[in-house]
């Protein structure tokens, strides 16, 4: 159990196009997703915070309005890169906590890593 | 918030246990101390966590020391498949509101 879904696992786009990213808990249900951001050699740096229902709370130096984090339903967390540029290239993890789960666990996607050429 | 310590990286030799110390001197008492481990271009994976007691599953056992500023992960027969990034975490458990901050990790090499 506890399974966490990414997808796409690698795409490539344009300059100044958007990108969504979706992340779904296949067999829980999760009323808290996270979305992080990995580049090269580097650690897992969180992004966003994301709540069934309500607005995603932001880390610091993180665009909201670039982006984009919409968690319409327990099992569903979709994260849109909008006017992606080269240097928004990176890998991007989402992970989701349980609803009523054990003790704060986060359980991982598998990953999307983005080129913007 | 707590901080964790760990080597930069660690060599193991395969079909041996693999010891990965992490320091945590910091800790509060609902702390829990959580591990994860990241294979090459892959999201984290969970592997154990604890509060005060030493812990068990299927992929390896946690050992907390009695004052809790100090625990070690053991893989007790390492396989090549283990090679990857070890992170060790410390976080409240209850607290809903609280989030992981993934420090660099050490990383485990598993050598035939």
């Known amino acids: 159990g506890a399974v966490v879904s990414q997808h796409p696992s690698w795409v490539i786009c344009k300059s100044g196009t958007s990108v969504k990213i979706e992340c779904r808990s296949l067999?829980?249900?999760?009323?808290?997703m996270f979305w992080y951001r990995q580049f090269p050699k580097q650690s897992l740096m969180l992004m966003a915070t994301s709540n069934e229902g309500s607005k995603a709370t932001y880390e610091q130096g993180v665009e909201k309005d670039k982006f984009l984090i919409n968690h319409a339903s327990l099992t569903l967390s979709t994260l849109t890169v909008t006017s992606a540029h080269p240097e928004d290239s990176s890998f991007y993890i989402c992970?989701?906590?349980?609803?009523?789960?054990?003790?704060?666990?986060?359980?991982f996607g598998a990953g999307t890593r983005l080129s913007v050429l | 918030d707590a901080k964790t310590t760990q080597p930069p990286s660690m060599d193991c030799a395969e079909g041996r246990a693999a010891n990965l110390p992490c320091n945590h001197s910091?800790?509060?008492?609902?702390?829990?101390v959580y591990w994860y481990r990241q294979i090459h271009s892959q999201g984290p994976q969970y592997i154990i966590h604890?509060?005060?007691n030493n812990e068990t599953n299927e992929m390896a056992s946690l050992i907390i020391t009695e004052d809790r500023k100090s625990s070690t992960l053991i893989l007790p027969h390492a396989t090549l498949r283990d090679t990857a990034v070890y992170y060790c975490i410390v976080r409240a458990g209850d607290n809903y509101g609280q989030n992981f901050v993934f420090g660099p990790g050490t990383r485990l090499s598993v050598l035939p």
């Open positions: 067999d829980f249900q999760a009323t808290t």
């Open positions: 910091t800790i509060s008492g609902n702390e829990y």
């Open positions: 604890g509060l005060k």
């Open positions: 992970s989701a906590r349980r609803a009523g789960g054990s003790k704060n666990i986060q359980y």
